[in-house]
């Protein structure tokens, strides 16, 4: 495959999980090419946010690395999985 020196590319399996009525993705990787904390790695996400790195999981199979990221988010709300949003920070001074 022809791609650049520090790109990653995977394969990806998605799976649903809905909590207290709220539902989630998480999508796990197989790695193709490129430097991953692991050969499969489990993603919970919102499409455009990613879960922060504690609550994903790692594994030697997709079966293990969804294993590891549902021991590490069980017991927490949804919201607690994703990074805060940082307030909007002034670009210019006023003059």
Do not use: W
Not at 31 to 56: M, R, S, T, W, Y
Not at 61 to 76: P, R, T, Y
Request: hydrophobic fraction near 35%.
């Amino acid at each position: 495959m022809e791609l650049h020196q520090n790109d990653i590319l995977t394969k990806v399996s998605r799976y649903n999980l809905i909590r207290n009525g709220r539902m989630i993705y998480i999508d796990v990787h197989e790695k193709i090419q490129g430097n991953l904390a692991g050969n499969f790695i489990a993603v919970p996400n919102l499409v455009n946010i990613v879960a922060k790195p504690e609550h994903q999981g790692a594994g030697e199979d997709g079966q293990k690395a969804l294993e590891d990221c549902l021991k590490k988010i069980k017991g927490l709300n949804l919201e607690d999985l994703f990074p805060a949003a940082s307030p909007l920070t002034p670009t210019s001074k006023d003059n």
